[in-house]
């Protein structure tokens, strides 16, 4: 059986290594299922059968670093793949040169660092920002950031049954203190 995909799902299509983007299906048809799909970063619009659909898994993505002649590169942007189905990419060097790059020219990739999350201390307690916590009246709070005019980075606030506070989480923790992380 093939695997079900949905809108914006990047694929690609019979082999090709060109990225595809679903805008819509499945649908059931005569003798398969299908799906409506466009390029990547194009406009029009075609069929593909489910059974000819791959989720695409870029080799090398976007932040990632490899090695060209000795010489260690970041990738910036990419994948590009030419009228050969040749894939490059846009990287730059440490003397911050940026040039177009094929992927088969590249070796030792290594995918980009995993940042670690951002978390947000009160009275000895360290709170991940994007968890979920329960408090002591059962109501679960997730711990967010929500950007602001003055503030690009955003403004620490947290989410109480679906309803975005106004007060800071440190009065809250006060409130209805303490808080349990739980998942989801």
Do not use: C
Not at 35 to 64: D, N
Request: negative net charge; without cysteine.
């Amino acid at each position: 059986m093939s695997e079900t995909f949905k809108a914006d799902d990047v694929v690609t299509v019979g082999g090709d290594p060109r990225r595809n983007v679903v805008v819509s299906g499945p649908y059931t048809g005569v003798y398969d299922t299908f799906y409506v799909v466009r390029r990547w970063h194009g406009t029009v619009h075609s069929t593909a059968l489910a059974s000819q659909l791959e989720r695409f898994i870029p080799a090398f993505e976007v932040g990632g670093t490899a090695e060209y002649h000795g010489m260690r590169v970041t990738l910036l942007a990419g994948p590009f793949v030419n009228e050969y189905r040749e894939t490059w990419w846009v990287v730059q060097d440490d003397d911050r040169d940026q040039e177009k790059m094929h992927q088969n020219d590249m070796s030792n990739y290594q995918p980009p660092a995993t940042p670690a999350p951002e978390t947000f201390t009160h009275d000895g307690v360290t709170y991940e920002v994007g968890a979920t916590y329960e408090d002591v009246q059962g109501d679960r709070v997730m711990l967010t950031k929500i950007p602001t005019h003055v503030n690009e980075l955003g403004v620490l606030t947290y989410v109480a049954n679906g309803t975005i506070s106004g007060y800071s989480l440190s009065k809250y923790v006060r409130s209805f203190g303490p808080l349990i992380e739980v998942s989801g």
